[in-house]
Structure formats: structure tokens, C-alpha cells
């Protein structure tokens, strides 16, 4: 039986990796010297409405020992081979520490395979869910890594950071470059795909922002021929009326009752800051 392992990055609703037996390791986050573990002893509302007053935020990878036990766990439940499916190596060493582990059980007698997603957040999710709705067809594990490689491609994300602090603070944008957009009151537009980030608008206004997250993704829906799979994400704050209003600005797209909506992950959420908003879609083609 293959069993599905991932991390708390993937953002998937904690029911849903219940009900296909995902088990999902936390990533670690440390605020003010205080560690937590994402998604278990650090609710995400709390998180987020304390952001702004920490004066330091630092995430890490969970410790080998984490994933080990969490095998452990999936070999008791009567796994004989485990699918270990993580936030992408351009994001994050987590697969490193994921690798380690997989030798050690593998080494046991129980293959571990560990798959770099590529991504994060739902799209990471998205393959987590595929890989553990196959296995429960009794698919083998060839049919799993083809299944997850063709989702790769096809899984973006555009999101919009409500300020520039946060990505100065992690090393993603410069003091200065920080320090005008805030000024400005610019809001900066990045687009998840294909194993990289990269900015594709800034702008001055936090609906036009808005405004373009929901035209990017219509123009990819476009594209690729449709979508199979949409979320509407946030990192907090007084965004639910800017979440509620994306979602129904492409409820032509996704019905609103397929469409997912929640709160990211601290680990990314540190880095990007309070009242982000994001689109991820997994295309069609």
C-alpha cells in the first residue's frame, strides 16, 4: 500500500488529509525566539495577527526526525511504500532534511520516494491530493510520479503583497526598493509557475492589484483551455471582503462551492506579510 507524506506548506484543509490519510509534517517558524510548528501548535489567524508586532521572523525546515516519525506513522497504518512530496528546493532545504529521512526508512526495508514539487502552498497541496487519490486506486508508483510530473507545469500562482516591508525584512527586495514602494503605496504582483518567481505588475492601488490577480488568471484560464482546480488565498488581516470579492469575480471560472479559500501557510506568510492575496489555479493544460 502507498501512503502519502507532506509538509504543512501545502496549505491542504487538515479534513480533506484525514479523510485520503496524507500525513502532514510541520514546518517550523520562529517569532521573537519562540519556535512553533505550523499547523499544530501555531493557529494561522494568530500568526498573522501578530506578525506585525514581532520584531523578528525566521522559518526552518522541520528536523529529520519529524519525517522519520512521520513514516513511522504511515508504516503502522500498513504502508509498504511512501510517496514523501514536498515545497519545491527553490523555495526551501526542506526536501534535504526530507531526503535524509527517506534513507533511513528505505533503508529499513520501506522505499521512501521523495518528489521536489516544484511549488508551494496549494499547488504543492494539489499534488498531495492526486498522489493519495491514486493510491487508493491501487495505482502503482511510475502512474503517481507521471501523474504528479504532469501537474507541475500547469499549476500557478498570482499573488499580491500589500507591502514591500516583509520582502525587504527576508532579502527578497532591497532596502531602497522597500523603502519607495511603501512610500508610493505600490503593491507588488508575483506569479508562481514553472519552478520560479517572478514579478509580472506593481501597482499603486490595492483594488487595481486586485484587479489584476483576476485578470491574470482569466488570461491563463484562456491559455490552457480552462481550469480543473482554483483557491483563493490570503495571509491575514481585514481581507475578507477583497478575498470574497476575487472569488466572485471568477465564479464563471469555478463555481464558488469548487473554489477553495484559506490562509497560507506562516512560512511564506512571513516573507510576504499581512493582507496578501492570492490566486492559485491548476490549469487544464
Not at 483563493?232 to 472569488?247: F, N
Request: hydrophobic share 45%; with cysteine; charged share 20%.
Amino acid at each position: 500500500m502507498i501512503r502519502v507524506v507532506t509538509d504543512s506548506t501545502a496549505d491542504l484543509p487538515k479534513q480533506i488529509a484525514h479523510e485520503l490519510g496524507i500525513e502532514i509534517v510541520p514546518v517550523l517558524v520562529e517569532a521573537d525566539g519562540v519556535t512553533y510548528r505550523d499547523g499544530a501548535d501555531l493557529p494561522r489567524e494568530q500568526f498573522f495577527a501578530q506578525l506585525p508586532n514581532y520584531r523578528e521572523c525566521k522559518t526552518a525546515a522541520p528536523p529529520v526526525a519529524d519525517f522519520i516519525a512521520a513514516h513511522e506513522r504511515q508504516i503502522a497504518q500498513g504502508a509498504t511504500e511512501i510517496v514523501s512530496i514536498h515545497i519545491g528546493r527553490r523555495y526551501s532545504a526542506l526536501c534535504d532534511a526530507a531526503t535524509l529521512a527517506a534513507q533511513e526508512i528505505s533503508a529499513r526495508g520501506v522505499p521512501v520516494h521523495v518528489i521536489d514539487s516544484g511549488t508551494l502552498t496549494v499547488c504543492l497541496g494539489w499534488m498531495a491530493l492526486q498522489a493519495a487519490e491514486l493510491a487508493r486506486q491501487n495505482a502503482g508508483l511510475n502512474d503517481i510520479v507521471s501523474a504528479i510530473d504532469a501537474m507541475r507545469p500547469r499549476g500557478v500562482i498570482y499573488a499580491m503583497a500589500d507591502t514591500l516591508k516583509y520582502l525587504r525584512r527576508s532579502g527578497r527586495v532591497s532596502a531602497l526598493t522597500a523603502g519607495i514602494g511603501d512610500l508610493l503605496q505600490i503593491k507588488l504582483l508575483v506569479e508562481v509557475g514553472a519552478g520560479d518567481v517572478r514579478q509580472f505588475d506593481r501597482v499603486r492601488t490595492r483594488n487595481r492589484g486586485l484587479q489584476r490577480l483576476i485578470e491574470a488568471s482569466r488570461e491563463l484560464a484562456e491559455r490552457r483551455g480552462g481550469v480543473q482546480r482554483m483557491a483563493v488565498l490570503h495571509s491575514g488581516g481585514a481581507v475578507m471582503d477583497d478575498v470574497q470579492y476575487v472569488q466572485a469575480a471568477l465564479a464563471d471560472m469555478m463555481p464558488l462551492d469548487q473554489q477553495w479559500m484559506m490562509s497560507i501557510t506562516p512560512v511564506i506568510g512571513a516573507h510576504f506579510g499581512p493582507r496578501g492575496v492570492g490566486v492559485a489555479v491548476l490549469t487544464s493544460v
